[in-house]
């Protein structure tokens, strides 16, 4: 078993930061790329930003200059660094990433979702 837990999310006004985090535990062996993805409310799931494990990063355009995703692999947990938000950031974020676990299977695993608000 690998679970992908997201923490961080809340109420923030427009302008503010917040910090995601998920954190991967489990049988795990390895982790390859860690993914960030949002909902809003009648909208498709949408990537936000992936890290590869050597640290390559890739944004959705929308948020490049305002999000930074990282990662610690000694932790198996990325983070979401979001600032100057905009009520359109507001959503439910999902981590997301392929994880190879001990027994040598590969999993593509999904967090339950943080809810992030961006309102005044």
């Known amino acids: 078993q690998v679970q992908l837990v997201e923490s961080g999310g809340g109420l923030v006004q427009p302008g503010g930061s917040l910090r995601l985090s998920c954190a991967a535990s489990?049988?795990?062996?390895?982790?390859?790329?860690m993914r960030w993805y949002r909902q809003a409310p009648g909208k498709q799931r949408a990537l936000v930003a992936t890290?590869?494990?050597?640290?390559?990063?890739n944004y959705e355009d929308s948020v490049k200059e305002r999000f930074t995703i990282s990662r610690d692999n000694a932790k198996n947990t990325v983070y979401l660094q979001m600032s100057s938000l905009k009520p359109e950031d507001t959503a439910v974020y999902y981590c997301?990433?392929?994880?190879?676990?001990?027994?040598?299977?590969?999993?593509?695993?999904w967090g339950q979702g943080t809810q992030v608000t961006v309102s005044s």
């Open positions: 997301n990433a392929d994880v190879i676990a001990r027994s040598g299977n590969y999993y593509n695993s």
């Open positions: 489990g049988s795990i062996f390895s982790i390859n790329v």
């Open positions: 890290i590869t494990s050597g640290g390559s990063t």
